[in-house]
């Protein structure tokens, strides 16, 4: 435990004391404009106290460097990503760095030492759950970190950006209520996802407005890939009872859904609706056009870029979190049950 109150201080027991980030105490020391007033008085209080040896004022180099960090590389989601990312980094005068790290242990450290290596500006990490000790090691970069569409629960030392999930998956099943379809079934998400559970939330919630009890055979895992629609989908259809409309999950999931469903000789949207979520480019294409729910990938990205750009700048009143609007986007895959 740190002694408080005698002695000169280290940066980090000033941090430690007030509050506040290592970055934070350093802005205040060489008199930085962008840092709260009461912040600051804080601050400049306990250096008082602790009798700390002001250096002269010197200004980090700017490397010019962004790094982006995804789990995997393989997906749409992560493409719009990184388009996002790199059209607010490249007007700002930034570079990027796309890595793809699992971060279960054994690649963290040396990541961690290229990043010091190269001394990146900031760090945009893509849909990780973190624990209190890579919190830790990341900080310890002494460099902003915002999170995009993370998982769970980062805590309040990290900025997130993502996107209404609740309210999006509502908006879909709303839709196919609207249309008359009363036995709906639901390929989930991955469930480690903050996401997955929101959507499922906001799915059952509209079906509880409307007065339906859910059956839980309507209701089936997945992982957000295609492979994991086309078996949820295909065990849905087996059902003896089917759904007259699924929603995906996600729009990859819907893909393989459609797959399962021509097998099984099913028209789409004639015998079978299909509802996905995120939009996609393959959304607008595949006939028929798939009806889902727009998350705003691309604009996640870019406020989770530009968030970045006004920590780097020194501003202290970002909020902890953005949650960015969905929209329903109709298209060919959704029509009125054949049996209402």
């Known amino acids: 435990m740190t002694k408080q109150g005698t002695g000169r201080a280290t940066i980090s027991e000033i941090a430690l004391e007030a509050g506040v980030s290592v970055p934070t105490v350093s802005k205040v020391l060489n008199g930085h404009a962008h840092v709260a007033a009461e912040t600051r008085a804080r601050v400049e209080e306990i250096i008082a106290r602790r009798d700390y040896a002001r250096r002269p004022a010197r200004r980090r180099k700017k490397a010019g460097l962004i790094d982006l960090v995804f789990p995997g590389l393989k997906s749409e989601w992560a493409l719009e990503i990184i388009e996002g990312v790199e059209r607010v980094a490249q007007d700002a005068g930034y570079g990027t760095v796309v890595s793809s790290l699992s971060l279960d ?54 900025m997130t950006v993502g996107a209404a999930n609740w309210e999006g998956a509502f908006s879909a099943a709303e839709h196919l209520l609207a249309l008359g379809h009363r036995r709906i079934g639901m390929i989930g998400g991955r469930p480690d996802l903050q996401c997955s559970s929101a959507r499922e939330d906001g799915h059952l919630a509209a079906l509880r407005r409307a007065g339906l009890v859910m059956d839980p055979e309507l ?122």
Do not use: C
């Not at 460099?143 to 030392?157: E, F, H, N, S």
């Not at 997945?222 to 949820?232: I, L, N, W």
């Not at 003896?240 to 099984?264: C, H, M, S, V, W």
């Not at 780097?312 to 049996?339: F, Y």
């Open 105 to 158: 242990g054994s690649r963290i450290q040396p990541w961690l030492a290229n990043m010091a290596e190269r001394k990146s500006d900031g760090l945009l990490m893509a849909v990780y759950e973190l624990n209190a000790k890579q919190i830790q090691r990341i900080k310890s970069l002494g460099i902003p970190v915002v999170l995009i569409d993370p998982v769970g629960q980062p805590g309040p030392d990290l």
């Open 219 to 340: 209701v089936v895992p997945g992982d957000f890939s295609r492979e994991a629609g086309e078996a949820g989908a295909r065990k849905l259809l087996e059902l003896a009872d089917p759904p007259t409309a699924i929603f995906a999950g996600n729009d990859e999931q819907a893909l393989g859904a459609y797959r399962a469903a021509r097998k099984a000789g099913l028209r789409i949207p004639e015998d079978l609706s299909i509802i996905g979520f995120d939009d996609i480019p393959a959304a607008d294409w595949i006939e028929p056009g798939l009806t889902t729910v727009r998350q705003p990938v691309v604009h996640m990205a870019e406020t989770a870029m530009r968030a970045l750009l006004r920590y780097l700048d020194g501003d202290e009143e970002l909020p902890q979190r953005i949650e960015l609007g969905t929209e329903l986007v109709i298209r060919g895959s959704t029509a009125p049950p054949a049996k209402a």
